[in-house]
């Protein structure tokens, strides 16, 4: 038992030595770090606990150094892979020679550290200790109460640390928002046995898919298919696409005045504009995926998870057919993300991968280090600005997307980024008054983004898509704000929750006169469709279940991921149908009770068959007529710059990007900014360990 405990101890310092010198685990507070200092000595007490159910001396002693042996090299193994991808090593990983080929030959030896031979000389000093007698070998037979009361107080340890996780991070296993936060919550082996569980489960599930699976989903979208508007079909062809994914940012904020003066003047006047494409009755249809289930309705037009995030869970091994490919593959389009946060966060440095994005540029491309970020990631305006070096060295016509954060919960601003002429409400809930501040901001940095378009001209050759992702203010604080959208708080129920997941979506085409504000309704899964009809892509071939919002067939039953859902007429809640002109229970006669009925049947089968297509990865048996299945190894985030760079080298005359036809004159100077970072020395010089931007605490 007391080289039980010195093993069990021994391991414990070293995990934490990996915590601490090699992963970047983002450990705030001194909550969290008791919980990190918890986590190692369940999972470490259970492990090593096994070879206690052996009571014989010949079979205990080796049994327990193989275990540590084979427990450090999954800890080491781990500390190498974080080092060169900033991620976690997975059991498909793990199993896929390919990746791990990637990822540690080669390279291993650059991604040794000095300190590393921490990792293993306890184990060599244990073998040396007992093979010279200084441990000595106890040959009395163990009771065999012993294992079980050992695993007994593993399984008590674990119960704690996870019940601690779950404070700190509800819905910590089901909503899993990063591998960082498994590995930080409840340690290494945690996290590899809850990824293991994971991967039989998929596993079992796409074991069991059939080829008339898939039929039966073909069926479903090719009969939903809605055809292009022969108006609107081309008119963004060739043109470059700007994504601008607004963060928690609610339609309601659009055209709202606190103290006489406007949130968002500048989105209002791209929304009233005779250029742009606008929807006020678009909802966001968000589960528990947040930010990564809209990026994946947007992408592919098909649904997140009912429990959990596609990308986070599925991501890694999935087949799709998303945007960055069908463009790439119809126009020739360079894809890229810009984003201020870690890449591992929702998985999206390998979901990207499997969707087709040629660059991913997170937060390990940018300063990111003190006043520059908020908790969540790089500050817009700086996002904005310095991901301009990035920009003008890629190819066009280019398919690109910016992801905000700091109109993000809890909506906190540094005092210097609060505009003076701006006054937010004073409602007493910090929540909701902050939540128009951030909101103001984020306004500010597209304003700023937009000047630099129009003077680079890349404005007039884009199609700029603008979106809001999710709400912002969740329904607990819905009463709080209900005043500020001239609304009684005494008076407020649920069909005011639902109205309120309305977020923008515009289409913004400059040079054209044809824009206006549609009344449609439509949501995010709807998206994917509508763009690539306008850019003159037709959307028939691939799986998609949204429809084109421009087309005379678009179906205008919104789906929620909880199976509630909204239409022109009705919206459904936990069952209760609310007729949308009183916003009272509707009274319906026998003929609209079928057609409801028939609504409800539509949305359980669109929503199931979606989440059929996603688990069981059917989109592996059908390829569309010229389209080509993403390769993820054919990408590699790293070095982003150098490889946009060497292309335009290799391109010559031929290169198209916008660095290229300016003569090689850097755009960097021509983008303003009145961000008080730009200028001045960061007032941390450590960088920033930037956090989850999706769980609400």
Same mark, same amino acid.
């Given at each position: 038992?007391?080289?039980?405990?010195?093993?069990?101890?021994?391991?414990?310092?070293?995990?934490?030595?990996?915590?601490?010198?090699?992963?970047?685990?983002?450990?705030?507070?001194?909550?969290?770090?008791?919980?990190?200092?918890?986590?190692?000595?369940?999972?470490?007490?259970?492990?090593?606990?096994?070879?206690?159910?052996?009571?014989?001396?010949?079979?205990?002693?080796?049994?327990?150094?193989?275990?540590?042996?084979?427990?450090?090299?999954?800890?080491?193994?781990?500390?190498?892979?974080?080092?060169?991808?900033?991620?976690?090593?997975?059991?498909?990983?793990?199993?896929?020679?390919?990746?791990?080929?990637?990822?540690?030959?080669?390279?291993?030896?650059?991604?040794?550290?000095?300190?590393?031979?921490?990792?293993?000389?306890?184990?060599?000093?244990?073998?040396?200790?007992?093979?010279?007698?200084?441990?000595?070998?106890?040959?009395?037979?163990?009771?065999?109460?012993?294992?079980?009361?050992?695993?007994?107080?593993?399984?008590?340890?674990?119960?704690?640390?996870?019940?601690?996780?779950?404070?700190?991070?509800?819905?910590?296993?089901?909503?899993?928002?990063?591998?960082?936060?498994?590995?930080?919550?409840?340690?290494?082996?945690?996290?590899?046995?809850?990824?293991?569980?994971?991967?039989?489960?998929?596993?079992?599930?796409?074991?069991?898919?059939?080829?008339?699976?898939?039929?039966?989903?073909?069926?479903?979208?090719?009969?939903?298919?809605?055809?292009?508007?022969?108006?609107?079909?081309?008119?963004?062809?060739?043109?470059?696409?700007?994504?601008?994914?607004?963060?928690?940012?609610?339609?309601?904020?659009?055209?709202?005045?606190?103290?006489?003066?406007?949130?968002?003047?500048?989105?209002?006047?791209?929304?009233?504009?005779?250029?742009?494409?606008?929807?006020?009755?678009?909802?966001?249809?968000?589960?528990?995926?947040?930010?990564?289930?809209?990026?994946?309705?947007?992408?592919?037009?098909?649904?997140?998870?009912?429990?959990?995030?596609?990308?986070?869970?599925?991501?890694?091994?999935?087949?799709?057919?998303?945007?960055?490919?069908?463009?790439?593959?119809?126009?020739?389009?360079?894809?890229?993300?810009?984003?201020?946060?870690?890449?591992?966060?929702?998985?999206?440095?390998?979901?990207?991968?499997?969707?087709?994005?040629?660059?991913?540029?997170?937060?390990?491309?940018?300063?990111?280090?003190?006043?520059?970020?908020?908790?969540?990631?790089?500050?817009?305006?700086?996002?904005?600005?310095?991901?301009?070096?990035?920009?003008?060295?890629?190819?066009?016509?280019?398919?690109?997307?910016?992801?905000?954060?700091?109109?993000?919960?809890?909506?906190?601003?540094?005092?210097?980024?609060?505009?003076?002429?701006?006054?937010?409400?004073?409602?007493?809930?910090?929540?909701?008054?902050?939540?128009?501040?951030?909101?103001?901001?984020?306004?500010?940095?597209?304003?700023?983004?937009?000047?630099?378009?129009?003077?680079?001209?890349?404005?007039?050759?884009?199609?700029?898509?603008?979106?809001?992702?999710?709400?912002?203010?969740?329904?607990?604080?819905?009463?709080?704000?209900?005043?500020?959208?001239?609304?009684?708080?005494?008076?407020?129920?649920?069909?005011?929750?639902?109205?309120?997941?309305?977020?923008?979506?515009?289409?913004?085409?400059?040079?054209?006169?044809?824009?206006?504000?549609?009344?449609?309704?439509?949501?995010?899964?709807?998206?994917?469709?509508?763009?690539?009809?306008?850019?003159?892509?037709?959307?028939?071939?691939?799986?998609?279940?949204?429809?084109?919002?421009?087309?005379?067939?678009?179906?205008?039953?919104?789906?929620?991921?909880?199976?509630?859902?909204?239409?022109?007429?009705?919206?459904?809640? +936990?069952?209760?149908? &609310?007729? #949308?002109?009183?916003? %009272?229970?509707? !009274?319906?006669? $026998?003929?609209?009770? /079928? =057609?409801?009925?028939?609504?409800?049947?539509?949305?359980?089968?669109?929503?199931?068959?979606?989440?059929?297509?996603?688990?069981?990865?059917?989109?592996?048996?059908?390829?569309?007529?010229?389209?080509?299945?993403?390769?993820? +190894?054919?990408?590699? &985030?790293? #070095?982003?710059?150098? %490889?946009?760079? !060497?292309?335009? $080298?290799?391109?010559? /005359? =031929?290169?198209?990007?916008?660095?290229?036809?300016?003569?090689?004159?850097?755009?960097?100077?021509?983008?303003?900014?009145?961000?008080?970072?730009?200028?001045?020395?960061?007032?941390?010089?450590?960088?920033?360990?930037?956090?989850?931007?999706?769980?609400?605490?």
């Amino acid at each position: 038992m007391g080289l039980f405990w010195l093993l069990v101890t021994l391991f414990w310092i070293k995990t934490l030595v990996a915590y601490f010198a090699d992963f970047q685990l983002g450990i705030t507070g001194g909550f969290e770090m008791f919980i990190a200092l918890l986590n190692p000595l369940a999972t470490t007490v259970l492990i090593f606990g096994i070879a206690l159910y052996f009571k014989r001396s010949r079979i205990f002693y080796p049994l327990i150094i193989i275990l540590d042996i084979l427990n450090t090299l999954l800890l080491y193994l781990n500390v190498i892979y974080f080092r060169e991808f900033t991620d976690f090593m997975t059991i498909s990983t793990m199993t896929g020679y390919s990746k791990v080929n990637q990822g540690l030959s080669g390279s291993s030896l650059a991604l040794t550290n000095g300190h590393d031979f921490i990792y293993w000389i306890d184990i060599v000093m244990v073998v040396i200790l007992i093979a010279i007698r200084v441990i000595k070998i106890d040959n009395r037979p163990l009771r065999p109460r012993v294992g079980f009361t050992i695993t007994s107080v593993g399984v008590l340890l674990f119960a704690f640390n996870l019940t601690l996780g779950e404070m700190d991070r509800p819905q910590l296993i089901t909503r899993t928002f990063d591998r960082t936060y498994i590995v930080k919550y409840l340690g290494i082996d945690a996290f590899t046995g809850y990824d293991a569980a994971k991967s039989q489960h998929t596993k079992d599930l796409r074991a069991m898919a059939t080829k008339s699976e898939l039929k039966t989903v073909l069926k479903f979208t090719r009969n939903h298919y809605a055809p292009a508007n022969p108006k609107i079909k081309g008119i963004g062809k060739g043109r470059n696409v700007i994504v601008i994914h607004l963060e928690s940012f609610q339609q309601f904020l659009i055209d709202k005045k606190i103290n006489g003066k406007e949130v968002t003047p500048f989105l209002n006047k791209i929304y009233h504009s005779k250029s742009t494409f606008s929807f006020d009755n678009f909802f966001h249809q968000v589960g528990q995926g947040k930010t990564s289930d809209a990026e994946n309705m947007l992408e592919t037009s098909t649904y997140g998870l009912p429990q959990g995030s596609l990308f986070a869970q599925l991501g890694s091994d999935n087949t799709f057919q998303a945007a960055p490919a069908i463009l790439k593959q119809n126009g020739n389009y360079t894809s890229a993300v810009f984003h201020g946060n870690v890449a591992s966060f929702w998985n999206r440095n390998n979901t990207y991968k499997n969707m087709g994005y040629q660059y991913f540029f997170d937060a390990s491309y940018y300063d990111v280090s003190g006043d520059k970020s908020t908790g969540y990631g790089l500050k817009d305006k700086l996002l904005f600005r310095d991901s301009v070096k990035y920009l003008q060295n890629l190819q066009q016509p280019f398919y690109v997307k910016y992801i905000t954060v700091t109109n993000h919960f809890p909506y906190t601003l540094d005092s210097e980024d609060n505009d003076d002429n701006f006054k937010s409400t004073n409602t007493g809930d910090s929540i909701v008054d902050n939540y128009f501040k951030t909101a103001h901001y984020l306004d500010q940095s597209i304003k700023e983004f937009y000047a630099y378009l129009k003077k680079t001209g890349l404005l007039k050759k884009s199609v700029i898509m603008i979106y809001g992702d999710h709400y912002g203010i969740s329904d607990s604080e819905n009463q709080n704000l209900a005043k500020v959208v001239s609304k009684d708080p005494s008076n407020w129920d649920d069909f005011d929750n639902a109205q309120m997941q309305r977020v923008p979506f515009m289409l913004n085409i400059p040079g054209t006169k044809k824009g206006y504000i549609s009344h449609k309704y439509g949501g995010e899964i709807d998206v994917l469709p509508t763009l690539l009809h306008v850019l003159g892509v037709n959307s028939k071939p691939f799986v998609q279940f949204g429809t084109d919002l421009f087309s005379s067939k678009h179906d205008q039953v919104v789906a929620f991921r909880n199976r509630d859902w909204v239409d022109p007429e009705y919206t459904s809640i +936990s069952g209760t149908i &609310y007729d #949308n002109k009183t916003g %009272k229970p509707a !009274k319906l006669n $026998k003929a609209q009770i /079928k =057609k409801i009925q028939k609504i409800k049947d539509k949305v359980a089968l669109e929503l199931s068959l979606s989440d059929t297509l996603n688990e069981q990865n059917l989109l592996r048996f059908y390829k569309p007529k010229g389209f080509k299945t993403v390769d993820a +190894s054919d990408y590699n &985030y790293a #070095n982003g710059l150098q %490889k946009a760079q !060497k292309i335009e $080298k290799l391109l010559g /005359k =031929k290169s198209t990007s916008l660095l290229s036809k300016r003569h090689d004159k850097s755009t960097v100077d021509l983008y303003k900014t009145d961000a008080p970072e730009v200028g001045h020395k960061s007032t941390d010089s450590n960088r920033l360990k930037v956090t989850n931007p999706d769980a609400n605490k």
